[in-house]
């Protein structure tokens, strides 16, 4: 997925009435972020960005200049080309890599599509929403996921909700 973009963070909202901005962080944290001057093919400028000592971050950008514009920002995520990421390991994804893949069981049998990627601290947990819109969620583990590629995701079939 060479030229899919990869979400690093979100914004959650204004802070203060200078312009500043919350973010949720979706990737590796503050440094992963840090690492980035620009998102959204270009159309954010980060001057300025800092923990909130919450697990997110408050950021300034350069075409943010009050409380207002700030605000109408909610719910923007900013995210990065691909190739600006490092090269990942053998085993290593990207939550991305994941989302809206068609799901189907080892014989084939169509379950649904990857909604969400969420980690609440023990493992991995996909969420799939199957074709009458109910979404049930499933560990990332070899035995309920026994593999997936760029085309689908492989449920075993005694997960399949």
């Known amino acids: 997925m060479p030229d899919k973009p990869v979400t ?25 972020l840090k690492a980035h001057t620009t998102f959204n093919d270009g159309t954010l400028t980060l001057s300025k960005l800092r923990s909130d000592n919450k697990g997110g971050a408050i950021a300034r950008f350069a075409q943010v200049t009050d409380r207002t514009a700030a605000e109408a920002l909610r719910g923007t995520v900013l995210s990065v080309p691909r190739e600006k990421l490092p090269a990942l390991d053998e085993g290593e994804f990207y939550f991305s890599d994941l989302l809206d893949l068609p799901v189907v069981t080892e014989t084939g049998d169509p379950v649904g599509h990857v909604c969400a990627v969420e980690n609440f601290g023990a493992t991995d947990i996909i969420e799939i929403r199957k074709p009458d819109g109910k979404t049930f969620m499933v560990p990332l583990t070899d035995q309920a996921v026994p593999g997936w590629d760029t085309e689908r995701l492989v449920l075993n079939a005694d997960f399949a909700g």
């Open 8 to 32: 690093l963070a979100a914004v959650a909202g204004a802070h203060g009435v200078t312009g500043e901005v919350r973010l949720k962080l979706l990737g590796e944290g503050l440094d992963s």
